[in-house]
């Protein structure tokens, strides 16, 4: 290691603290909730602990592509909220609950019974 | 100075995240998951990042959780309706435990690489400007392949959701 006196906010490990802590409350969100809204949550907070990898280690190298690629995450990310929020008012619409665990059956036709 | 600015925010995104993660109701997950991600776009702006801080607080806090809010209020749930989640605090604790390893195992990799100084750059680096020149150039394939997707997106939304005639 080379001198400590630096400063948090310019050291990248400080930064990917800040995100790996993001993406194990998202990891935890999806694997311990049972709401699907939360569920969808986490998942955004993954991709965005991710993308701020990708920002911090773009600083890190000073190039600017890392910074494409994260606009390119916030539009997928809108795409799935797309996709996902209308999924989700189809099945509560259908099943009338929230609960993951009766997504199980993702089928167009009902089982009735 | 910056400093205080860099602890602050992360408190913030720390704690909107933890928000999210522990409340019963997803509108109250949904308010903490803003202020998550306002303060990871000043983050942003701390890495020299001008323009996605402006992205992602007016499209991420803007347009996709104001979207999620709206669906929360148009399903309309009452507390009785959410789901049961008798164990969510075990979950969550052994879930954290299993997650440290994984954690140290990326930290290290990460503190191999030589330290060096990260100052806010000035003009000319993650400006509006820069940005373009850049998307345009060396992403211009996968910019059109997302512009396709998202319409994709849109059609996909559109026959989820109407009113399914046949089957009642």
Redesign the interface.
Known sequence: ??ERT?????????????A???F??????V?????V??V???I??ML?AVS?IF??L???Y?T??P??I???I??????????F??????L?RKK??????IFKVLA??EFHG | M??I???VL?TF??CG??G??LFAQ?IY??MS?IV??VA?GG??A????P??FM??II??AG???T??LF??M??N?RDD?????PN?IK??AI??IL?VPF?IL??QA??T???????I?GEG??GIQ??GI??FR??LV??EL?SI??L???V???V??RKDKS?G
């Open positions: 290691m080379q630096r400063v948090m906010a310019e050291s990248l490990l400080s930064y990917v603290t800040l790996m802590i993001l194990s409350i998202g990891f935890l969100g694997i311990s909730r049972k709401n809204f939360i969808y949550m986490s955004e907070l965005n701020l920002v911090a773009g600083r890190y000073e600017i592509e910074q494409v994260a606009m390119l916030i539009a997928i990310a809108a795409a799935e909220a797309a996709v929020l209308s999924m989700i008012v189809v509560y009338g609950s929230l609960d993951s665990d167009q036709k | 910056v400093d600015l860099f602890v992360a995104a720390i995240g933890l999210m993660l997803p997950s949904a998951l998550c991600l990871l983050i942003f701390l890495l020299s990042a323009f996605l992205v992602q499209l991420y347009a996709i959780i979207l999620l669906i929360i148009f399903l749930i309706e959410l789901p049961k989640e969510k979950t969550i879930g954290a997650l954690n990326v930290f990460f503190s690489l030589p330290q060096k100084p990260m100052h750059l680096f993650g820069s940005f850049e998307l060396g992403w996968p910019f997302i997707l998202i994709v997106a849109l996909g939304s559109v989820y959701a089957n």
